[in-house]
């Protein structure tokens, strides 16, 4: 339709003399339906600016929280769906990629084919472990389950050397707790004594459906409880979210020989022989308090309970890809009990998210080809650029700051190396192979494929054109060790991008995501990082110092904010994730005005609103969402950014140019004293 209407024009035009085709007239970019007009702006201006989105799309039952991200993400499964249901739907070449991915969709959606295997996928790997008896064998099952990806007591991966991001070698973190984080096991309100509960209620229910508790002949709420005491003790070692946000503190580079002496029964002698890469140099654990004593509670749990913990692992990991039985009791747990969905999303979005999880860049390739307009990426690449100049405007203005300081953080900022849109090259999975036997078989080769791709990077040169995420991925991201931001495809739509709005909205909406990533680079983590991505101070003590008292202000801000009842966010969690908003804003913003100044934004009101307004109403749109009480509370337990409602209401009162737009005085509820306000970016 686009290039007919193209074509059309030009015919027009000729038709009338070869006059000039006129200007095409950009919108606002704001949709008024969005808004809540009986809401004050001054008082609520996430109801203001997002009340009307917000009752337009209430939670279904599949959805704990669903918002313009999840929208967005939504329309793109459907588009990834259509490509993938074609491929389907044609006889493709034995072994191709698009053979590949048609037979990996056939199996998950074949559901009478899933009933009828019931546990005989999983019942060998089973029987594997139940016949495991000496220290030896168990070690060796620990380095078995995580060339799958499964990763009981610790998970390995491949990191840039945060001494010499040049090279990549392997890192070693805690894990291996099955509700996810430390805080349910250890905290006593009721609502956690709950969780606790129900997890234990699904682990005797999937011990008993899998058949294990038959295999060694044991009662299945035994061994339930046996797993949750082992998980417990691991969770009372684990550090806290707060502190794993230290980049100081979790590298701890060492050698095998240090490795060993710290963790003895692991046998890491010969883990990294049987992982496969058997001359490992010198590796980064991350917390060493916790590997120490995690080897104790593996040295000292009876091989029964080690096996229990391993058979556990697997189990929960391979649930969603079994029948429906175990599907629905992982559902009833991780959907239901953690964040309060009421329905398993339908088969087709669950087996395309398995898909896009197995070759996601196979599944880019095509989906940038088909919906990715060139436009786009020409377009983002100048707005990167202004946002660049106006961050080193703020920095050069920014009176905290000595000079050297200043002129070391604008370094860096123009070293960031930018990509946008999708990779220059695309991932080769010709290794990766799927077959026509079951659908968790196939899963699992796609996470050895996985797992073999990491493995593969240790003490080696770093890829700094590897992509973190694929290009149907509604988001973005900032990498410190390689110093690197990215803006996949997918997240260059409406209403984060509009080609067809003035750019007073697109400055609050794409523009804050860029500052946002390039502020993760001058965060309190990322700023601990050099222009080369290695850990390293660059910064005057006085102006460490300064740093750390004005982010101290925004991290106090937002752990005053009750998001649920007796529930208030973690400032110091979320530390992070508010500077690169309140960066993202201030940087943005300057980036605007400098374009309005320059001609390139429509000064005048436009929908009854001023260029600095539709700025702060776009913005509010992106967070726009509806949530579910349990999911708030899992989010401030495990989740690094606020949540959406806080990144407006919380946020937007630490910018005076807020304050302005919207003449919010004293007594108002969006109001915060400049003096009060936090100043940092």
């Not at 929208?71 to 006889?91: H, I, P, S």
């Not at 240090?258 to 590796?283: R, S, T």
């Not at 006085?542 to 106090?556: E, G, P, T």
């Amino acid at each position: 339709m686009k290039k007919i209407m193209i074509f059309m024009g030009i015919a027009m035009g000729l038709l009338a003399g070869c006059k000039p085709a006129p200007k095409a007239v950009l919108t606002s970019g704001i949709d008024l339906a969005n808004l809540d007009t009986t809401a004050s702006p001054v008082n609520d201006f996430y109801q203001y600016a997002c009340g009307g989105w917000i009752k337009r799309h209430p939670l279904s039952p599949e959805y704990a929280r669903f918002g313009t991200f999840d929208q967005l993400a939504e329309d793109n499964q459907a588009r990834l769906k259509d490509l993938v249901t074609e491929l389907a739907n044609k006889q493709n070449a034995p072994g191709s990629i698009p053979d590949k991915i048609a037979t990996l969709y056939k199996l998950g959606m074949d559901s009478v084919k899933l009933q009828q295997q019931g546990t005989a996928p999983l019942k060998p790997w089973l029987e594997e472990i139940a016949q495991l008896n000496t220290k030896p064998e168990l070690q060796k099952e620990l380095v078995t389950l995580q060339k799958y990806g499964i990763m009981p007591f610790f998970s390995l991966d491949a990191e840039a050397d945060n001494s010499n991001s040049k090279m990549t070698i392997a890192f070693l973190n805690q894990d291996g707790l099955g509700i996810g984080d430390r805080d349910y096991y250890l905290q006593n309100d009721p609502h956690m004594k709950d969780i606790r509960t129900k997890y234990v209620d699904l682990m005797t229910r999937l011990f008993a459906l899998s058949g294990y508790a038959d295999m060694v002949h044991q009662p299945a709420a035994k061994l339930a409880s046996e797993v949750m005491n082992l998980e417990t003790q691991l969770a009372k070692i684990s550090w806290d979210r707060v502190t794993l946000r230290d980049p100081h503190k979790n590298f701890n580079k060492m050698d095998i020989k240090q490795l060993v002496a710290l963790a003895p029964d692991f046998g890491f002698q010969n883990y990294f022989q049987e992982v496969g890469v058997p001359q490992v140099k010198e590796l980064n654990v991350g917390q060493p308090t916790f590997f120490k004593a995690a080897d104790g509670i593996f040295k000292n749990s009876s091989p029964d309970v080690v096996k229990a913990y391993f058979a556990w692992n697997l189990i929960n990991s391979a649930s969603p890809y079994l029948s429906d039985a175990f599907a629905n009791a992982s559902f009833d747990f991780y959907g239901k009990a953690l964040s309060g969905r009421q329905e398993m999303r339908p088969r087709w979005k669950r087996v395309i998210s398995s898909v896009d999880g197995a070759m996601g860049e196979a599944l880019g390739e095509m989906y940038v080809a088909k919906y990715f307009p060139p436009a786009a990426k020409e377009r983002m690449v100048q707005l990167v650029k202004n946002l660049q100049n106006a961050f080193a405007e703020r920095i050069r203005e920014a009176a905290w700051m000595s000079q050297a300081t200043k002129d070391t953080a604008i370094a860096k900022l123009y070293a960031i190396h930018i990509k946008i849109g999708y990779p220059d090259k695309w991932r080769d999975y010709s290794g990766l192979q799927i077959l026509n036997d079951s659908y968790f078989a196939d899963v699992m080769r796609s996470r050895q494929f996985e797992m073999n791709y990491i493995i593969n990077k240790i003490d080696k040169p770093t890829d700094v054109n590897e992509w973190q995420m694929t290009p149907q991925t509604v988001n973005a991201y900032y990498n410190p060790t390689t110093n690197e931001i990215c803006f996949p495809a997918a997240i260059l739509q409406p209403p984060f991008f509009q080609q067809n709005a003035d750019d007073a909205a697109n400055y609050g909406a794409i523009g804050v995501v860029i500052g946002h990533e390039m502020t993760h680079g001058f965060d309190d983590q990322g700023r601990q990082y050099d222009k080369f991505g290695n850990l390293k101070n660059w910064w005057t003590p006085q102006d460490a110092k300064n740093f750390v008292s004005r982010a101290d202000v925004l991290s106090k801000w937002f752990s005053s904010i009750q998001v649920a009842p007796n529930t208030y966010g973690n400032g110091a969690f979320t530390l992070g994730e508010n500077l690169a908003d309140n960066g993202g804003l201030h940087i943005s913003f300057l980036a605007m005005e400098n374009a309005l100044k320059a001609g390139k934004i429509n000064p005048n009101k436009m929908d009854g609103f001023t260029p600095q307004q539709r700025f702060f109403l776009a913005y509010a749109t992106v967070w726009a969402g509806n949530i579910r009480p349990e999911e708030i509370i899992r989010r401030t337990k495990e989740d690094p950014h606020s949540l959406g409602k806080w990144r407006v209401d919380g946020a937007l009162p630490n910018i005076e140019a807020f304050i302005k737009a919207f003449n919010i005085k004293a007594g108002d509820r969006m109001y915060l004293p400049e003096d009060k306000q936090a100043h940092i970016w």
